[in-house]
T-cell receptor, first 112, second 113 residues
Framework: DAGVIQSPRHEVTEMGQEVTLRCKPI?????LFWYRQTMMRGLELLIY????????DSGMPEDRFSAKMPNASFSTLKIQPSEPRDSAVYFC??????????FGPGTRLTVT | GNSVTQMEGPVTLSEEAFLTINCTYT??????LFWYVQYPGEGLQLLLK?????DKGSNKGFEATYRKETTSFHLEKGSVQVSDSAVYFC????????????FGSGTRLQVQP
């Protein structure tokens, strides 16, 4: 298996622009998670899905962030409009109900 | 709510030294406990886990024992190598149905030859 795939690996954008991060979970996994890693706040959950349905979005910072999972093999995290404080590494992870989470390589976002 | 506290780093050791990274947690019920490792520029990899009290997780020479009486899950390795240099995260998953992980702040380990 190729593992969790994220794209792009690096994204540099200007403040105010829309950013879309993409994730392909491991085939057969029914949970998908989006985390954000920053120096100040460490690793924090943004949102997670079960069977493509959002279960907990309490970590989504504000309305500028949105996440979708249109099918079992694809999810997006969108930021519109982006701000410099959104600069971070965004990780996607997937798992089975009783299993450990497998993380993708992350997307490093820089907003200037 | 759930929380995880790790010892602050960085931890600098010489090759073949003994490693301990402390981790304590706060959670209701019986969480599952994990150690993840992050190498530079990469995502997190599961190192080991324990799902109930007194369980010992082990992998690649690393061990951690789930101690409910002290709410701890300390990571140990008897003889570290330069290749163990990385950031180590302690994490928990609650038993209340919420599947997301709560992470500690991470501990950077640097092993010198």
């Amino acid at each position: 298996d190729a593992g969790v795939i994220q794209s792009p690996r690096h994204e540099v954008t200007e403040m105010g622009q829309e950013v879309t991060l993409r994730c392909k979970p491991i085939s057969g996994h029914d949970y998908l998670f989006w985390y954000r890693q920053t120096m100040m706040r460490g690793l924090e959950l943004l949102i997670y899905f079960n069977n493509n349905v959002p279960i907990d979005d309490s970590g989504m910072p504000e309305d500028r962030f949105s996440a979708k999972m249109p099918n079992a093999s694809f999810s997006t995290l969108k930021i519109q409009p982006s701000e410099p404080r959104d600069s971070a590494v965004y990780f996607c992870a997937s798992s089975l109900f009783s299993g450990e989470q497998y993380f993708g390589p992350g997307t490093r976002l820089t907003v200037t | 709510g759930n929380s995880v506290t790790q010892m602050e780093g960085p931890v600098t050791l010489s090759e073949e030294a003994f490693l301990t990274i402390n981790c304590t947690y706060t959670a209701t019920g019986y969480p599952s406990l994990f150690w993840y490792v992050q190498y530079p520029g990469e995502g997190l990899q599961l190192l080991l886990k324990a799902t109930k009290a007194d369980d010992k997780g082990s992998n690649k020479g690393f061990e951690a024992t789930y101690r409910k009486e002290t709410t701890s899950f300390h990571l140990e390795k008897g003889s570290v190598q330069v290749s163990d240099s990385a950031v180590y995260f302690c994490a928990l998953s609650g038993d209340t149905g919420r599947r997301a992980l709560t992470f500690g702040s991470g501990t950077r380990l640097q092993v010198q030859p």
